[in-house]
T-cell receptor
């Protein structure tokens, strides 16, 4: 079954304590992305990756890091979380562009930074 | 700069009514892609459709249809004979075609379909 998995699904942490949210896809997709969703602001892209070792900033990259060492994994790292990073995070993957592009999203990670 | 506007914050309809969700976009690119996504109350995100900027043909999928009009920079989504299961937040999004995967979303429209 095609899927994108994220862990953890829920996380409560404190300001400054480094954390990593993992994302993994089983479809051999080249493209992966991270988004955050906040009330009234919709979804905003944090980082994206177009292949292994190729990453680039989205609209709101400040305070986040990513890495793409393997095709299937795209972890999101918060080196020093702050309360304004409290949000719902989604990872996504998609195949190369073509008439049959399909995108898959992970189930979301709800993060609370105290 | 690219921008996507979904002016309708919330729409309420009664089952079996037709409803149109508006999406207006801004871009200077000549080639781009437009998307719609659904987020039901359970919270997951579901990809619905991608439309290329060079293909203005309208698309229909069951009760769903999409109207892309370059002249007005709009990509509207119509649900015919709405059902309670259509209740969700719907997002429109825009992506340039130029060697990027940057995706710009609108703020979403919450659709409530009452029985």
């Amino acid at each position: 079954e095609a899927q994108v998995t994220q862990n953890p699904r829920y996380l409560i942490t404190v300001t400054g304590k480094k954390l990593t949210v993992t994302c993994s896809q089983n479809m051999n997709h080249e493209y992966m992305s991270w988004y955050r969703q906040d009330p009234g602001l919709g979804l905003r892209q944090i980082y994206y990756s177009m292949n292994v070792e190729v990453t680039d900033k989205g609209d709101v990259p400040e305070g986040y890091k990513v890495s793409r060492k393997e095709k299937r994994n795209f972890p999101l790292i918060l080196e020093s979380p702050s309360p304004n990073q409290t949000s719902l995070y989604f990872c996504a993957s998609r195949s190369l562009q073509g008439p049959r592009e399909t995108q898959y999203f992970g189930p979301g990670t709800r993060l609370l930074v105290l | 700069a690219q921008k996507v506007t979904q002016a309708q914050t919330e729409i309420s309809v009664v089952e079996k009514e037709d409803v149109t969700l508006d999406c207006v976009y801004e871009t200077r690119d000549t080639t781009y892609y437009l998307f719609w996504y659904k987020q039901p109350p359970s919270g997951e995100l579901v990809f619905l459709i991608r439309r290329n900027s060079f293909d203005e043909q309208n698309e229909i999928s069951g009760r769903y249809s999409w109207n892309f009009q370059k002249s007005t920079s709009s990509f509207n989504f119509t649900i015919t004979a709405s059902q309670v299961v259509d209740s969700a937040v719907y997002f429109c999004a825009l992506r340039s075609d130029y060697n990027t995967d940057k995706l710009i979303f609108g703020t979403g429209t919450r659709l409530q379909v009452f029985p």
